[in-house]
């Protein structure tokens, strides 16, 4: 692909990581702390009894899932990569250790999802499998693989805007296919971890499927 495309491409997806972060933040933190928009859907009985608690491991979820978003983003930067690695290297540990604080949160949050176990079951093993794919990433790089390094961090940074997917396919499925709340938002939970894995593999097959490019960038100093 053309450089000067993959270049356009990814200003594009740090200019949504940091709209999306602020959309996100601004929502959960100021218009709705209460998250009272959430917990008007939930009628189910694992509802959650210590709504003090529940919301500030909800807070903290939602600011690590935003570091992991912009971090994330950041860290797929050629150029940041090529001028400061120590800089690359230190935000792939903050990135990786937001998505350990988003993991042991929803942890937490996952029992209190919409649908119960129909949902918290895939929510735990997404869990798991995001952690299990990003230290696959570092162990990768350590190996001193690049061209790995960056295809395993790929599929690790998709689960960022799993939220995002769930949100957009249990919408679709309100408004123009006239599901209820529950079952859209069950289908969108599903629906969200196809969508991660096959964007991943897209990715993986068009943008990064040559270990060329990658390289040049073990030549360049290191700042």
């Known amino acids: 692909m053309n450089k000067s495309i993959r270049q356009l491409l990814y200003m594009l997806l740090?200019?949504?990581?940091?709209?999306?972060?602020?959309?996100?933040?601004?929502?959960?933190?100021?218009?709705?702390?209460?998250?009272?928009?959430?917990?008007?859907?939930?009628?189910?009985?694992?509802?959650?009894?210590?709504?003090?608690?529940?919301?500030?491991?909800?807070?903290?979820?939602?600011?690590?899932?935003?570091?992991?978003?912009v971090s994330g983003a950041l860290n797929f930067s050629s150029y940041l990569l090529r001028r400061y690695r120590r800089w690359h290297r230190v935000n792939g540990?903050?990135?990786?250790?937001?998505?350990?604080?988003?993991?042991?949160?929803?942890?937490?949050?996952?029992?209190?999802?919409?649908?119960?176990?129909?949902?918290?079951?895939?929510?735990?093993?997404?869990?798991?499998?995001?952690?299990?794919?990003?230290?696959?990433?570092?162990?990768?790089?350590?190996?001193?693989?690049?061209f790995r390094h960056r295809r395993w961090m790929v599929r690790s940074y998709v689960f960022c805007f799993t939220n995002m997917f769930i949100h957009g396919i249990s919408l679709i499925g309100q408004h123009l296919l006239g599901m209820e709340y529950r079952l859209s938002y069950i289908c969108g939970v599903y629906g969200a971890i196809v969508v991660n894995i096959v964007i991943a593999e897209f990715i993986n097959r068009t943008l990064f499927r040559h270990p060329v490019a990658m390289t040049r960038l073990t030549t360049e100093p290191n700042k």
Not at 126 to 143: D, G, H, M
């Open 14 to 69: 740090l200019a949504f990581a940091l709209i999306y972060t602020i959309y996100t933040l601004y929502l959960n933190l100021f218009l709705d702390p209460g998250a009272a928009d959430f917990l008007i859907h939930k009628t189910e009985e694992n509802r959650p009894q210590n709504i003090p608690l529940w919301l500030n491991i909800m807070y903290i979820h939602v600011i690590a899932a935003c570091l992991a978003m």
């Open 93 to 146: 540990y903050l990135y990786i250790f937001a998505v350990l604080i988003v993991d042991l949160t929803s942890g937490y949050l996952a029992p209190y999802a919409t649908g119960s176990k129909i949902t918290s079951i895939p929510f735990n093993l997404v869990n798991i499998a995001w952690l299990w794919i990003t230290i696959t990433a570092l162990v990768q790089i350590k190996r001193g693989n690049l």
